[in-house]
Structures are given as C-alpha cells and as structure tokens.
C-alpha cells in the first residue's frame, strides 16, 4: 500500500464528517459537477445515481494511477469513489466512500462550503479517526 492514493482519499473522507461548515440554502444540484482534490492528482465527476449523488474518478495523475494499479485496481479511472451519498439540506451529504488503496469502503460526509468547494470526510473506527480535504470545482478534466 502505497501513501500517495490513500491521503487524498482520507483526506475526502475527513471532510466529510463535519457538516457545521456548510452554507445554508445549497441544493443537490449544486454538488454535482467535477471537482479536483487539493494535490491536484485525482478528479471526480459527482452527479446523480438513483435518489442520491455519486463521484466516480474522471482523471488521474500519472502518479496516482500507477499508485492505484500498484494497489490491485486495474484502472482509477472510472472508479466509484463517492457511494450512496444522501442529502440532509444546506449542502450536507452522507454516504460511503471507497478507499482503493485499502479496497474497503468507510462512512463519509460531505458539506459544501461553496459553490466551487467541497469539504469531503472520511472516518474509521466508528468515526474515531476521520480526515478530511476540500476539492476544488473544475470546468473541466486535465487532458
């Protein structure tokens, strides 16, 4: 297992834990979009996936791809990270995140902080440890 993937991922389930930071007045929609992590190496494309929201990966560093296939995962790209998410209003989402370096999935939350942030949380243990990070709206996926 390799460090490089799994920070950004437990950095994004970190953010998710702490919904007190998020606006009021935001909608579903307005999670959904494509939003890069703070390293710069993963993007993930949220969007609908039956009554709630999903993000699987749109693009990934060359260094983040050969982590994850170093990992087991024959390609990140395409991979779903963000699972199930529920909206609870003003921004704030539940749901499962899948980590790919450890191949396990964690509880999650996402709170929209803006319009061109989220803070993504990822916790273990019963919530125990959490790590968050916030992603940064893009228009569109590095080429």
């Known amino acids: 297992m390799r460090p490089i993937l799994l920070m950004p991922v437990l950095a994004i389930l ?3 834990a702490v919904p007190a930071a998020a606006q009021p007045g935001l909608t579903a929609a307005d999670a959904q979009g494509v939003w ?11 969007a609908p996936c039956g009554p709630g929201l999903c993000g699987r ?3 990934g560093s060359p260094e983040a791809r050969a982590d994850a296939k170093d990992s087991g995962l024959q390609s990140l790209v395409g991979t779903q990270l963000l699972e199930n998410y529920r909206f609870h209003g ?8 899948y980590v790919p370096d450890l191949g396990r999935h964690f509880y999650s939350e996402i709170d ?9 949380k990822g916790c273990v243990l019963g919530g125990l440890i959490c790590k968050s990070q ?3 709206r893009i228009q569109q996926v590095p080429a």
Do not use: Y
Not at 36 to 46: F, I, L, Q, S, Y
Not at 112 to 120: A, F, I, M, N, Y
């Open 14 to 16: 970190s953010a998710l």
């Open 36 to 46: 890069m992590n703070p390293k710069r190496t993963v993007a993930v494309n949220t």
């Open 90 to 97: 003003n921004g704030v989402w539940t749901g499962t995140v």
């Open 134 to 136: 916030v992603w940064t």
């Open 112 to 120: 929209q902080l803006s319009g061109t942030e989220l803070k993504v």
């Open 57 to 59: 990966v749109a693009w």
